[in-house]
């Protein structure tokens, strides 16, 4: 096929992934990666780029789609004051070491052994958003110390490895510390730039294959993906949030959370049958 026909049919497919990933993102307040990562793995796939690293070009993507949309969500939930900064400035440091250990493990991994720990994670993403309650807690206030020391590194380190930001892991986690929720969700789009901002800057470093790199590729990260993705996110996540207003967001939840299952279960699938 030629160059500029796959290159169109690349475009194609990626202005519907991000047009698909702002609404959601609008809508149910999840993070764009957990549906870019798979949607991007199939897409390059189908286009021909299944090679032994295309997951680490999906995850690569996906988190610098996350560099401008977290960006853009802290500054609108400041203006607020919704964001925590003592949270933020106290986790900080662990989130960033743990992005740039999952770097370095992301990197050294085949894409097969990237899509079971995606499965993996994402099904647990996708039970606590299916089963999940409010009012569970592990704690009255976020921990400190050797407990933080622990927790700080590892959403770091799982987000990186899933390609996502701060807000599956860093909501929940806040949530079950007596966070509430509007600061847990503002506060976990600050968690999203400390993780993608030095994962991307690594994974700009890594070497792909020119066999099975798509065009305009720089180490890990396909700019066109980028630069159509963020494009559409920008426009149709305001689409979501007005349809948030106008539904109930919590069946629509529990539906999301099968519909991710199902993604993580048969990214497992493909894992272990090819």
């Known amino acids: 096929m030629p160059e500029t026909a796959l290159l169109l049919q690349m475009c194609a497919l990626l202005l519907v992934i991000g047009a698909f990933a702002g609404v959601l993102a609008g809508l149910l307040g999840v993070g764009g990666g957990i549906v870019l ?10 286009l021909g780029y299944d090679g032994p690293q295309l997951m680490q070009i999906c995850l690569a993507t996906s988190l610098a789609t996350i560099i401008v949309t977290s960006v853009r969500s802290v500054l609108s939930h400041n203006k607020k004051g919704a964001v925590d900064w003592d949270i933020l400035r106290g986790w900080a440091i662990g989130i960033a070491l743990g992005a740039v250990l999952g770097v370095m493990v992301a990197t050294s991994l085949r894409s097969v052994t990237l899509q079971m720990i995606f499965g993996v994670l994402g099904m647990g993403i996708g039970l606590y958003m299916g089963f999940g309650r409010s009012e569970w807690r592990l704690g009255q206030a976020m921990p400190t110390g050797i407990t933080r020391a622990i927790l700080s590194p590892a959403v770091g380190f799982m987000s990186v490895l899933m390609g996502i930001g701060g ?4 909501v929940p986690l806040m949530s079950l510390f007596n966070t509430p929720i509007h600061r847990a969700v503002a506060t976990a789009a600050g968690f999203g730039v ?9 994974f700009l470093l890594v070497d792909i294959d020119p066999a099975h790199k798509p065009p305009l590729t720089i180490g890990a990260v396909n700019l066109v993906a980028f630069g159509l993705v963020v494009s559409m996110t920008l426009v149709t996540a305001p689409i979501g949030v007005k349809l948030a207003h106008a539904m109930d967001p919590k069946p629509l939840k529990r539906v999301f959370a099968v519909f991710l299952v199902i993604v993580a279960l048969n990214m497992l699938r493909k894992a272990f049958l090819g």
């Open 37 to 46: 990562v798979p949607a991007f793995f199939y897409a390059f796939q189908a």
């Open 167 to 170: 807000g599956s892991f860093g």
């Open 194 to 202: 400390l993780i993608a901002v030095p994962s991307v800057g690594g």
